[in-house]
């Protein structure tokens, strides 16, 4: 098989042009071929600025079609893209110019002056527009071994690792999707995760392969997802459990039903407490759990349409391009025993920019080592418990922080839970959680609650009330905040 592909959005927008390509709540709209033409408009311009094939350019923004536009932008100069994270400090985005190497940031003119505190060459977006629009020889063709993106990864310990994703990892993440989803001409997808981030930039790149419209929102709003979701057509939503939380609470509240069009949510970001999994059920709103991570370019596993209610709570079978396996500790673990999840297929990372040692430490014979924890069932089902490095042993015993927040959320009184260990003199280790409220509920209602569904050990020994948890720009739970929490021992309720 060769091992280039004509450009993607290129050949989208010949095959067909007048096919919706991207649409926001502010009644924006762009066709493939309109698309294509800013793209190429806008390469054109950064060609101006004097950025060529292998140049490496960072984008800092927010969601927008224009930000879609420079991606496809610097694709058709041969360019290599750095998406940093909105929500991150000015010494965090420097160290990742730096690290990658960036001759170019990109960026919206709200954010000029932070950008320039970098240190790095910048130009806004507003800016590019006035440049003049060069010519240049656009990448008719992508070569799936070369790699398009870099994506830091948001470790808790030590600098983050840039994350390489090839076109052939975008390429084969979006074919992986569509064979387990299906495609249909009346797809239209909405993802309000963050594009900087790999669940939200994989859409870009399924739009331009599948043909499909996106429905592009800056952030998060669960009402402009149920207007979009019941008014405007759209059949997918990606979300992560927060997301879908919030958008089964305005259902009940508006009191409205999805139309029979509407396909899926398609979840991931981690565990999901059962409870809701089965409320969803209940309302008739088909959800499809999803594994995956940024080192495997978006999804890797995730549970087919068929399997959606037989299967509630398990993230599903690797996608078929893909391999996944848990490892034990004394080698492949059998079905229901837990260990940690490898996978190995074409999606997946090389490995990390300007990092051998952590690609190396990363990989064994071939296989990912994702450092999460999980257990397939005797059918081959992945159910995914928590990462390792939250793994709570108390007096020998494994605690799953995911097992006892489903339990925790499970209560009617409890809008969120967390759960982190705490050190202890005796065990080592126990539970500790932290709370959001719906309703007033005492400390011992709770404990008396976990105690009929959970062993002594896995029962949080430390409480904390908050008003809010932790999370971040892609809603997913930052349990070291917790931890930093704890060391202060602000809050407590015992």
Not at 69 to 97: C, F, K, P
Not at 117 to 140: H, I, K
Not at 228 to 250: D, N, P
Not at 340 to 353: A, C, F, L, S, W
Request: hydrophobic share 40%; with cysteine.
């Amino acid at each position: 098989m060769s091992d280039k592909i004509p450009h993607w959005l290129q050949k989208q927008a010949e095959l067909s042009p007048n096919r919706l390509a991207a649409e926001t709540p502010e009644g924006r709209k762009l066709t493939f071929r309109q698309l294509h033409e800013a793209a190429d408009n806008a390469a054109g311009r950064l060609v101006t600025l004097g950025i060529t094939k292998g140049s490496r350019v960072a984008v800092l923004s927010p969601n927008s079609v224009d930000m879609i536009v420079l991606i496809h932008a610097l694709s058709y100069i041969g360019a290599t893209l750095i998406l940093l994270n909105t929500r991150l400090t000015i010494s965090e985005w420097t160290y990742q110019l730096q690290d990658s190497e960036a001759d170019l940031l990109l960026a919206p003119a709200a954010y000029e002056q932070a950008a320039r505190e970098t240190g790095a060459a910048v130009c806004t977006m507003e800016n590019l527009g006035q440049q003049a629009v060069s010519a240049y020889t656009r990448c008719t063709e992508l070569s799936l071994d070369n790699v398009f993106s870099i994506i830091y990864t948001s470790g808790t310990t030590g600098n983050p690792k840039g994350v390489e994703h090839t076109y052939g990892n975008h390429w084969w993440s979006a074919i992986g999707s569509a064979l387990n989803l299906g495609l249909s001409q009346h797809d239209k997808w909405l993802s309000p995760l963050p594009m900087f981030h790999v669940g939200g930039l994989s859409t870009i790149f399924k739009s331009a392969i599948y043909g499909m419209p996106l429905y592009v929102t800056k952030s998060f709003d669960e009402q402009t997802v149920q207007t979009a979701i019941m008014q405007h057509g759209v059949t997918i939503v990606s979300v992560v459990t927060v997301m879908l939380q919030r958008l089964l609470r305005l259902q009940e509240r508006d009191g409205v039903t999805y139309p029979e069009t509407f396909r899926c949510m398609l979840l991931g970001g981690g565990p999901a407490p059962l409870h809701l999994l089965q409320e969803a059920k209940t309302r008739a709103i088909p959800v499809f759990q999803s594994y995956g991570m940024t080192e495997t370019a978006s999804q890797i596993v995730t549970l087919s349409p068929e399997d959606s209610l037989r299967k509630l709570g398990s993230a599903g079978k690797a996608l078929v391009p893909a391999q996944l396996r848990i490892k034990g500790t004394f080698g492949l673990a059998q079905p229901e025993e837990a260990g940690e999840i490898q996978v190995k297929g074409p999606m997946i990372t090389n490995g990390y920019y300007r990092n051998a040692d952590a690609t190396a430490s990363a990989f064994q014979d071939g296989w990912l080592a994702t450092g999460d924890i999980g257990y397939t069932d005797r059918e081959g089902y992945l159910y995914v418990l928590d990462r390792r490095k939250d793994l709570i042993i108390s007096g020998g015993e494994n605690v799953y922080p995911a097992e006892v927040e489903n339990i925790l959320s499970g209560h009617p009184s409890i809008q969120e839970a967390a759960v982190v260990g705490k050190a202890d003199a005796r065990w080592g280790m126990v539970p500790a959680a932290f709370l959001v409220k719906q309703q007033e509920v005492s400390i011992e209602e709770l404990q008396a609650y976990c105690e009929q569904r959970l062993a002594r050990y896995k029962i949080p020994k430390n409480w904390h009330w908050v008003e809010q948890l932790p999370r971040n720009a892609s809603n997913k739970l930052m349990r070291y905040k917790l931890q930093e929490l704890l060391k202060e021992d602000s809050g407590s309720c015992s």
